[in-house]
């Protein structure tokens, strides 16, 4: 929960930034996903990819988020419109495609345009560091972003 504290403390260091932003640009294990994110594999969670080497801190900070709260986030839509254009099913998506069985993760740039994907990542981690529940995240979520923003992605509702 410290770790998850210091991240949450990022959320004060957010500007509000469009998607949209210039495109990182990577060499190593990279590749772009159909619709030009940029995916990057780590080893782990712990591991971030090297696309967010000239970030602000707030982002990085969303991606450390993301590691940790994979389990949440998971739960949690994303309103940017990143199902309709890129096929995101969660929030987590906007930074994370997938974690293997084998613990690599593959890291999507998506969230480094974004700053409703931030916004919502940090929310949701402040959210589960003050002891909320992964639905009361979800119903936080859904009413601040339902007006005004995209369409949500398709997330599963969570139980509890």
Request: aromatic share 6%.
């Amino acid at each position: 929960m410290k770790k998850l504290a210091i991240l949450v403390v990022g959320l004060g260091l957010l500007a509000v930034t469009a998607c949209g932003k210039e495109q990182a640009t990577n060499g190593g294990h990279s590749n772009h996903a159909p619709n030009g994110d940029l995916r990057e594999t780590t080893a782990s969670v712990q591991k971030l990819p090297s696309f967010l080497d000239k970030q602000t801190e707030a982002v990085r900070l969303a991606y450390q988020a993301a590691g940790k709260l994979e389990d949440t986030l998971k739960w949690i839509p994303c309103y940017c419109g990143c199902g309709d254009s890129a096929g995101h099913k969660s929030n987590l998506n906007c930074f994370i495609n997938e974690v293997r069985e084998d613990g690599t993760v593959e890291w999507d740039d998506h969230g480094t345009r974004c700053g409703v994907c931030v916004q919502i990542a940090m929310k949701s981690a402040e959210m589960k560091m003050q002891g909320k529940s992964d639905l009361e995240i979800r119903e936080y979520i859904d009413n601040t972003y339902s007006t005004g923003y995209a369409n949500p992605t398709d997330t599963s509702m969570p139980q509890s």
